[in-house]
């Protein structure tokens, strides 16, 4: 008892340590938002006029009937899924970089010296990881639902709120189980950075922030489709965009014989294509949890070889 007590204090201390080291490291959170900023950016250039404008000509002859707040609180809704949706991965990946500077820095070697088991390290560093990415990225969350208030488009009932709370958690677990993987690789943090941007630059385009998957070729969509963050941010859009897509339907009350709910659901990709066949959000959620139990246990694999010396 006495062994599991001070394990559990040294896993609750180190824990404490990883999301403090990473706070206030402004650089590092400067960076976990890069790509939200740029999101934001290229919303308020152009992103969100061409989408007004491809909904009216959507509407046809019908937009009269639909007002300006409606069809902005769709894009509206769209920009903060894709902002959420690329947060649980940047941020994640950042949080992360510190198993890499502590390898620097031989601070392993420390904990390695000491009478800490090195699962014990291990799993600080992932409770660190998805307290730093959930808090984040509710963060932004947060501020997406008050810019909905604010502007007079907020479409969702509370239990709808939390639900995206709830996979903002579990994009958490799931983005930081898969790159925790990858980065345990890593001996340098140059050689990291490398690899941040590769995956910052790429992970907007995989879950449809800048452009809506369902614009790609039928094959591009199965390979993004396929990555795990896409599956994740495809069931916020059915909470975030989803209601305003049937607030606009329910105003043209079957006048257009629910075409326009179709063709906005299959272009904001709230139902994803995988090898040409839609899947809906029950797979969606069954494939997330997969995922989060395969890198689970690979990551223990990879610590069981990895380890030089036993618990």
């Known amino acids: 008892m006495t062994d599991i007590k001070r394990n559990f204090r040294s896993y609750r201390g180190m824990t404490i340590r990883n999301i403090k080291v990473y706070a206030k490291d402004k650089m590092a959170i400067l960076l976990s938002l890069l790509t939200q900023i740029i999101v934001l950016g290229l ?18 002859g019908f937009k009269d009937l639909v007002s300006k707040a409606d069809i902005e609180g769709l894009v509206n809704s769209w920009l903060i899924s894709g902002v959420i949706g690329t947060s649980v991965v940047t941020v994640a990946l950042n949080t992360l970089n510190l198993m890499v500077k502590d390898k620097e820095d031989k601070i392993d070697s420390d904990y390695r010296a000491s009478s800490v088991k090195g699962s014990t390290v291990v799993m600080s560093y992932f409770s660190g990881a998805v307290a730093s990415t959930f808090i984040i990225s509710s963060i932004l969350l947060s501020a997406g639902y008050i810019f909905l208030a604010c502007t007079g488009t907020f479409c ?14 579990l994009g958490s677990v ?34 449809g922030a800048y452009v809506p998957v369902s ?69 969606m959620l069954t494939y997330s949890f997969i995922i989060i139990a395969v890198f689970a246990v690979l990551n223990i694999a990879l610590y069981k070889i990895s380890s030089k010396r036993k618990d």
């Open 215 to 283: 614009q790609f070729s039928e094959n591009v969509q199965t390979i993004v489709n396929l990555v795990p963050g896409s599956q994740i941010a495809a069931m916020m859009r059915n909470i975030l965009v989803g209601p305003a897509i049937d607030n606009i339907d329910k105003t043209l009350d079957g006048i257009d014989k629910g075409q326009f709910a179709e063709n906005a659901r299959e272009m904001f990709a709230l139902k994803l294509k995988i090898f040409g066949t839609e899947v809906d959000t029950g797979f």
């Open 174 to 207: 799931s983005g930081t189980l898969v790159l925790m993987l990858f980065i345990s690789f890593f001996k340098k943090s140059a050689t990291l950075s490398s690899f941040g941007v590769m995956v910052s630059a790429s992970i907007g385009f995989i879950v």
């Open 156 to 169: 969702l009932d509370i239990p709808q709120q939390l639900l995206v709370y709830a996979l903002t958690l």
């Open 43 to 60: 919303y308020l250039m152009f992103l969100k006029s061409n989408y007004v404008d491809i909904i009216n000509n959507g509407l046809e």
